[in-house]
């Protein structure tokens, strides 16, 4: 559900040296820009649960220790057109309040306004799952939507 909804409204992405990163509820999207004519071969990619290393024809991409932990069996990575790779790695925590503030500790940090963005947009698609039936693509969403926005669950039908 979370690709047709992403489709719809769009992705919050985080800007780095080397591509950019954003997130679903589950999945956490990785994109870097290579040179072109870069061949399969000559791409080293570890991922692991908590931690990623990518490496283009012997140059250290990216290295380090994952925000939060992933589901390692489940990350994959591919070449685009001989010049884009894309990594996807699944959170283990698929919670709308789990919204990734950097891709690595400490590196790769959204600044508080993309922060702001990225935390609208999985509220929204938490939104979108609980109520299949409507369309959130292009809502907007002001007030408590931090760690996932209100609950409603408790309230009567």
Same mark, same amino acid.
């Given at each position: 559900?979370?690709?047709?909804?992403?489709?719809?409204?769009?992705?919050?992405?985080?800007?780095?040296?080397?591509?950019?990163?954003?997130?679903?509820?589950?999945?956490?999207?990785?994109?870097?820009?290579?040179?072109?004519?870069?061949?399969?071969?000559?791409?080293?990619?570890?991922?692991?649960?908590?931690?990623?290393?990518?490496?283009?024809?012997?140059?250290?991409?990216?290295?380090?220790?994952?925000?939060?932990?992933?589901?390692?069996?489940? =990350?994959?990575?591919? &070449?685009? *057109?001989?010049?884009?790779?894309?990594?996807? %790695?699944?959170?283990?925590? /698929? +919670?709308?309040?789990?919204?990734?503030?950097?891709?690595?500790?400490?590196?790769?940090? =959204?600044?508080?306004? &993309?922060? *702001?963005?990225?935390?609208?947009?999985?509220? %929204?698609?938490?939104?979108? /799952? +609980?109520?299949?039936?409507?369309?959130?693509?292009?809502?907007?969403?002001?007030?408590?939507?931090?760690?996932?926005?209100? *609950?409603?669950?408790?309230?009567?039908?």
């Amino acid at each position: 559900m979370s690709v047709h909804f992403d489709e719809r409204s769009g992705v919050v992405p985080c800007k780095t040296p080397w591509g950019c990163w954003y997130q679903t509820m589950e999945e956490v999207f990785i994109e870097v820009g290579v040179p072109h004519g870069t061949s399969a071969k000559d791409v080293r990619c570890r991922l692991g649960a908590r931690d990623v290393e990518l490496h283009v024809k012997g140059k250290e991409i990216i290295k380090g220790k994952l925000f939060e932990t992933t589901v390692s069996d489940e =990350a994959t990575w591919t &070449l685009e *057109d001989k010049c884009l790779i894309r990594i996807i %790695l699944m959170k283990t925590n /698929r +919670e709308a309040g789990n919204c990734w503030s950097s891709l690595l500790e400490g590196e790769y940090c =959204a600044n508080a306004w &993309l922060q *702001d963005q990225m935390q609208r947009k999985l509220t %929204l698609e938490r939104f979108q /799952r +609980e109520n299949p039936g409507f369309d959130f693509s292009g809502a907007e969403i002001s007030g408590n939507f931090t760690s996932g926005g209100p *609950d409603f669950s408790n309230l009567q039908k």
